[in-house]
Structure formats: structure tokens, C-alpha cells
């Protein structure tokens, strides 16, 4: 069970990528890595058949052979060929032996080979960000922000290996110090989602590597390139510095990441993807006390009180609902409108949606401010909700149909007239659809917030101080971001990004999410000449 679930570790299975046996059956036609428009692709070193293991050295793995697709024209980018256990060991291998030499290292000195990272993935941030754009779909200021949030997680990084630590601590007994040291744990494992291909990997590995662990990363299938692209650009500065295989990459199927979970030498798991296969992940390492870090489902709320800055809210709606074409984990999904403001701000949204459809394109166009679902497996996730939300009594107010294009492109869909606890409105589809709801007060708008399983990101529109601070407190939301005034989508690195319940509890980048990676060790000095023993005990 926990294998197969692996192997489809975003929020569905990952079916865009075609696996074939055999490198020989894969034919001769033209790839866009082979076309001049995408010259980019090969300034990141990618070419036809790209090696998907890197131990220490870039190897062919010898899984099966991953085409990955562009899902807005349907047309193949390049082969990667991934790892088989057999490789996976090696990896571990090399990334356990790695970690003996880098835990050594002081912490600021691990911090410049992390801001040399950072200055590399400056250097490629344009064709890096195509490529997210490219393989992942979403349009092209999102492709180059994502591996712009994986710069600025660097340069935190450096910041915090001058800073990170513990505490002292009084003690009870006279000449005795309480202190607290944090140590590396070892090797930490990393399964990201296709949705943000670089920007997960960069949030845990740029603090894992800053406290002193090593890395092994498994990528989604499906958009492989980006991780091989990414590791290229990683891993030049290591082998720069001559120095051990900190980072090392297996792409792979349900089998790499089954035996990544497993693995005892892995000390925490961090898992991005869907709360089924989290909840297994999580089962398997609690089983061998290993550590997780899970970042699962999100069913988020907008509200919009009677007091909202309307135009804010609109424009945060917007963004909320279509960015990414829905495949944010912060996406909006819900809108919890006050009912006086109602009618006229769904009037509002649906002319947006309305001329928004002028903007559907390629992510790599300029003009396009909307793109493709990831994969056919989405474009049916949509499809089936859809006739769902329809048969419970739902009313379309726009959208609700795929657009006869190449690719995986579905019109974006604003639902209303459903019960705020209707089935289809508490499951999470990860796809460009937000159900619309109109409520009495603040109190019902965020008990209809709280009732979902999921508890990732929420946001509030007021401009009551007194329904601000009901909104963050003990009766308020119980996510794990809590935004006022500005849209549930996306979170800035300062702050620890994750979520509650379903969401899985795991925080990642900043504020103290470091600690995840890290053990605690409790130290009593005692720095007197005599013997004092805890609680005052006289033991003769």
C-alpha cells in the first residue's frame, strides 16, 4: 500500500509523464529541448536523455526512462532516466558518508556554501524558471518567483548559521548551568510535489544543510527535469568546494520512495503531497521513530466581512482562486462572503473570470495570466467535481467546462447555491474551482472555516480591529496561517509555512521550523567542587 501511494506523491497521481521500458521505444521525434525556441533548456544542461542519479557523480539510472510533457501543448521535453533501488542505495550511501564530513564543518562556513548556492541559482533563474514553467505549468512570473524563493531561502540560511542555538537555562543548585545545544540529525529524505517542483526542495534543503545534515532528494515524476536541472546548479558549487556528495538526487517511482520511507540511515522524511499518502508516511515512520515533517492538503477560506476593503479583497479573491491555475496547496477553495456584500462582489468576480479567459495561454507567453491543470488526471479531477457539485444542486456562475485547446486547460469555476458542509466542498480538488458562500456574521463565517479537515491557510477582510484579533485568537481560525487583509495564497519565507489537522502539522523555512531538523541535547554543567543532586535528594 504504502509503495504504490508513494508513487503518486503530489495531490494526484502524476499520469503526465509516459514511462517506457525500453530507451529504444521512445522513437526519434523532435523534443522541445532539441527546438532553438528552447535553448534555454540547454543552458541548464538538459538534453535529449538526461541521467536522473547523482551519488556523487551523474549516473543513467537504471529504472525506467520518464518522458516528461509540456501540458500545454501535450508535446515531449526530454527523457530522464531514473533510479532503481539498487541506485537509491548508493545514494544513501554516499549521502550518509557525506554527512560524517560536513556535520564537522562550523556553521558559518556551511552557511557560505549555501549562499554560493544561492549566487549559482541567481545566475540561472531565467531558464530555471522557464523550465518550472515549462514542465510544471504555471505561468512564467510564478516559475521564475519559485526559484527566486529559493535564493531567498539561501541567503536566511546564511543568517541563520551565525544564529541558530540554544538556551541557558537557571539551575536549582548553586554553581550549575542548564544549557541547550542543537546538533544535526543526519541524513534527511525529501519527496516534493510536482505543484512547486523547486521552491519545496529548496525550503528544506537550504536549512538541513545550514545545521549540518545531508540530503537525499526524490522529485515528482513528473516534472523530473526540474529536478535534475535544479541538482546540476546544486551540486556545481559542491563539487567547487571539493567536498562530499551533501546533496544526491534519485528520481524514481513508487519503489524509491517506499524504500526512502523505510530507510532507518533517513532520520526525517519530508513529505509534500496529498493527506492519504501523508497519513501513511507518517504511520511508516512513527513505526521506526524516525522523524517526519508533512506538508499535506489545504481546503482554504477567504472571508469577507461587512467591513472588508472590497476592492483588497477582490483582487486578493482573484489571485487566491486562478493563481497556479488552482494548484496551490494555499489556493482559495472556499469564499465566505458577509451577506451585504454578497451579490455585488460575485457580480464583480465573475466579470474578472469573464475577461480572464482573454489571457489563457502558454506559461512561457508573456501575456498569459492563466495556464494549464497539470495533467490529464486534473483536467478529470475538475470534470468529476463539476458533475458532483451540479448533481448536489450546485449553480455554476462561470466556467465549469474544459477549453478546446492542446493541453490540459479548464475554464476556471465559480460554484454557489451548495450547503457550506456539502460533501464535494469539504474534499480538497486540487484544481481552478472555489465554491461561494453567503453568511450572517463573523462567528458562523468561521466555524463554516474551522469544519473542514484540512488547516492550512485562511484569510480574513476587515477593517474592525476587535473582528481582527477574534480572527487570530483561541476562537478564531485554526490554521496554520492566519492572514488578515491579504490573500490565503502563498506565505513569505520569514514565517513557518505548514498546517494543521489533515494538513499534517509540519512547519517548514522560517522562524524556528530549523529545529525540525536538529536534535536536542539538555546539558547540566557543574562547574562547583561539590556533589549537589537534583530536587536537594541527600543520598548516603
Known amino acids: 500500500m504504502i509503495g504504490t501511494l508513494l508513487h503518486r506523491a503530489p495531490k494526484f497521481n502524476s499520469g503526465i509523464c ?3 521500458g525500453a530507451r529504444t521505444m521512445s522513437g526519434m521525434a ?4 532539441e527546438e532553438d525556441n528552447y535553448s534555454f533548456l540547454r543552458d541548464l544542461g538538459l538534453r535529449r536523455v538526461n541521467n536522473g542519479v547523482f551519488d556523487g557523480d551523474w549516473k543513467s539510472g537504471s529504472g525506467n526512462s520518464v518522458q516528461s510533457v509540456d501540458p500545454a501543448s501535450g508535446r515531449v521535453i526530454a527523457e530522464v532516466s531514473t533510479g532503481s533501488e539498487k541506485d537509491l542505495e548508493q545514494c544513501l550511501t554516499a549521502g550518509v558518508a557525506a554527512f560524517q564530513e560536513w556535520k564537522n564543518m562550523p556553521a558559518p562556513l556551511r552557511g557560505d556554501i549555501v549562499r554560493q548556492i544561492g549566487d549559482e541559482l541567481r545566475k540561472y533563474r531565467e531558464p530555471l524558471g522557464k523550465l518550472v514553467a515549462l514542465e510544471m505549468g504555471k505561468i512564467l512570473p510564478e516559475g521564475i518567483g519559485e526559484v527566486q524563493e529559493f535564493v531567498d531561502i539561501c541567503d536566511y540560511a546564511v543568517g541563520l548559521s551565525r544564529m541558530f542555538g540554544g538556551c541557558i537555562f537557571p539551575s536549582e543548585r548553586p554553581q550549575h548551568t542548564i544549557l541547550e545545544k542543537w546538533n544535526p540529525l543526519g541524513l534527511i529524505g525529501v519527496i516534493s510535489a510536482f ?3 523547486c521552491a519545496v526542495f529548496g525550503w528544506n534543503a537550504a536549512i538541513a544543510l545550514t545545521i549540518g545534515n545531508s540530503v537525499l ?11 535534475v536541472a535544479t541538482t546540476k546548479i546544486v551540486t556545481d558549487v559542491i563539487k567547487r568546494n ?14 524509491i520512495g517506499k524504500r526512502m520511507v523505510s530507510d532507518e540511515r533517513i532520520k526525517l522524511m519530508s513529505f509534500t503531497g496529498s493527506t492519504a499518502v501523508g ?3 507518517g504511520i511508516e515512520m512513527q513505526r521506526r521513530f524516525g522523524r517526519c515533517l508533512l506538508e499535506l492538503g489545504g481546503n482554504n477560506a477567504l472571508i469577507i466581512n461587512d467591513d472588508a476593503p472590497q476592492e483588497m479583497a477582490l483582487d486578493a479573491a482573484f489571485f487566491g482562486c486562478i493563481g497556479t491555475a488552482g494548484q496551490r496547496c494555499t489556493t482559495t477553495r ?3 462572503i458577509h451577506e451585504k456584500l454578497y451579490d455585488n462582489f460575485i457580480q464583480k468576480l465573475v466579470a474578472r473570470y469573464t475577461n480572464l479567459l482573454q489571457r489563457v495561454g502558454h506559461p512561457l507567453d508573456q501575456s498569459t495570466l492563466y495556464g494549464p491543470v497539470h495533467n490529464q488526471q486534473a ?3 475538475y470534470k468529476k467535481t463539476i458533475q458532483e457539485a451540479i448533481a448536489l444542486g450546485g449553480k455554476i456562475e462561470c466556467g465549469g467546462k474544459t477549453i478546446d485547446r492542446p493541453g490540459f486547460f479548464v475554464e476556471p469555476t465559480i460554484i454557489s447555491n451548495l450547503p457550506h458542509d456539502a460533501p464535494v466542498v469539504k474534499r480538497e480538488t486540487f484544481a481552478p474551482i472555489v465554491f461561494v458562500f453567503k453568511t450572517k456574521n463573523l462567528k458562523e463565517a468561521i466555524t463554516w472555516n474551522n469544519e473542514v479537515d484540512q488547516g492550512l491557510s485562511s484569510s480574513l477582510f476587515t477593517k474592525n480591529i476587535q473582528s481582527a484579533f477574534e480572527w487570530i485568537g483561541e476562537n478564531g481560525s485554526d490554521c496554520g496561517i492566519v492572514n488578515i487583509n491579504t490573500s490565503p495564497s502563498g506565505a513569505e519565507i520569514g514565517g513557518a509555512f505548514g498546517g494543521e489537522k489533515h494538513t499534517g502539522g509540519g512547519r517548514e523555512s522560517g522562524s524556528d521550523a530549523w529545529k525540525q531538523y536538529a536534535r536536542r541535547s539538555t546539558i547540566t554543567v557543574n562547574h562547583s567542587t561539590d556533589l549537589p543532586l537534583a530536587q536537594g535528594i541527600v543520598f548516603e
Open 30 to 33: 523532435k523534443y522541445l529541448v
Open 279 to 281: 497519513r501513511t508516511v
Open 242 to 255: 571539493n567536498l562530499p556528495p551533501i546533496v544526491t538526487l534519485c528520481q524514481g517511482g513508487e519503489e
Open 18 to 20: 509516459k514511462i517506457i
Open 334 to 336: 472556499r469564499l465566505i
Open 195 to 197: 505543484n512547486f517542483p
Open 217 to 227: 532528494w526524490k522529485g515528482a515524476p513528473s516534472t523530473s527535469l526540474v529536478s
Open 379 to 381: 483536467v478529470e479531477n
